[in-house]
Nanobody, 119 residues
């Protein structure tokens, strides 16, 4: 059984910062790509950032220069540092990871954490 647990969401004023964390636990052999997605009310889920096991990163154009994704492989954890937050960043943020277990390679998702940017 594999679980991804996110933390760090909340309410922040425009221009503020938040740091999201997502820890994977369970019968994990290794983790390939990890990433963050978000879904705003009435909109489809979209990719925000991704990071490979070797540290290569990709970002959505809308967050480049403001968000930074990183990971700690020893802790099976991925982070999303969000700076200069805007109201349009308001969404539920989900982490995901491609995880090898003894039985398979599968994509797992966290339960989501709410980020609200408002004055």
């Amino acid at each position: 059984q594999v679980r991804l647990v996110e933390s760090g969401g909340g309410l922040v004023q425009p221009g503020g910062s938040l740091r999201l964390s997502c820890a994977a636990s369970g019968s994990i052999l290794s983790i390939n790509d990890m990433g963050w997605y978000r879904q705003a009310p009435g909109k489809e889920r979209e990719s925000v950032a991704a990071i490979s096991s070797g540290g290569r990163t990709n970002y959505a154009d809308s967050v480049k220069g403001r968000f930074t994704i990183s990971r700690d492989n020893a802790k099976n954890t991925v982070y999303l540092q969000m700076n200069s937050l805007k109201p349009e960043d308001t969404a539920v943020y989900y982490c995901n990871a491609d995880i090898h277990t003894y039985w398979s390679l599968s994509t797992y998702w966290g339960q989501g954490t709410q980020v609200t940017v408002s004055s």
